[in-house]
């Protein structure tokens, strides 16, 4: 099993959707948390980081930790095909950039 | 630099055949790390250098990968003997302390071994 799960889809959305985008762990020392956004044929841009549980808010991004179900979300409203890329969460223990564990991407997709 | 520059963009290898890929990273970046995403999967952690040593070399996947910084800056990761598995894009990234989360991706140097 690895560490961190996410469903690669791909997934398909209307324009104006809302979009939800999930991953599951299983190492419960994890404490940061981050989004990652990956347009095709693109290095990973950091989108959105959290500490611990609870939610954060960034325009139409949303974040949640779950830390007792050991699951994360990403909210995207008003999807926007600009937003058609790649999503990786990744997450660490101690907040050290060299220790993240990524998740393997989710595919998204936003119709005109 | 602006932002992290790898060369080459795409490089198409013979089996066998040596290959070195070339990070340039955002300038006064200390920390610089080298990761491996194969089709489907996610970012896989090779190695890791503060300046211009190596402290994590932990995920490095056989003998055949090395990497050197020289300056405190320029990369180089060498994979000897290619073999088809080695095929993938292979991403540099930097950051400016090691105990941040925010690091900043290169485009990626896109390998496929034949």
């Known amino acids: 099993q690895k560490e961190v799960e996410q469903d690669p889809g791909p997934l398909s959305v209307p324009e104006g959707a809302i979009v939800s985008l999930n991953c599951t762990y299983s190492n419960s020392a994890f404490q940061y948390f981050m989004w990652y956004r990956q347009y095709s044929r693109k290095g990973p841009e950091l989108l959105m980081y959290t500490y611990s549980s609870g939610n954060k808010e960034d325009g139409r991004f949303t974040a949640q930790v779950d830390k007792s179900s050991k699951y994360i979300s990403l909210f995207i409203r008003d999807s926007q095909p600009s937003d058609s890329a790649t999503y990786l969460c990744?997450?660490?223990?101690?907040?050290?950039?060299?220790?993240?564990?990524f998740g393997s991407g989710t595919q998204l997709t936003v119709l005109p | 630099g602006a932002g992290v520059s790898q060369s080459p963009s795409n490089k198409v290898t013979e089996k066998g055949k040596d290959v070195e890929l070339r990070c340039d990273p955002i300038s006064g970046h200390t920390a610089l790390y080298w990761y491996r995403q194969s089709l489907g999967q996610g970012l896989e952690f090779l190695i890791y250098?503060?300046?211009?040593?190596?402290?994590?070399k932990s995920g490095l996947p056989s003998d055949r990968f090395s990497a050197e910084r020289t300056g405190g800056s320029v990369s180089t990761l060498t994979i000897q003997r290619t073999q088809q598995e080695d095929s993938a894009v292979y991403l540099c990234?930097?950051?400016?302390?090691?105990?941040?989360?925010?690091?900043?991706f290169g485009e990626g140097s896109w390998l496929t071994v034949v």
């Open positions: 990234a930097s950051s400016s302390q090691t105990g941040g989360n925010t690091i900043y």
């Open positions: 250098f503060q300046g211009n040593s190596a402290p994590d």
């Open positions: 990744a997450m660490s223990v101690s907040g050290s950039a060299r220790q993240l564990t």
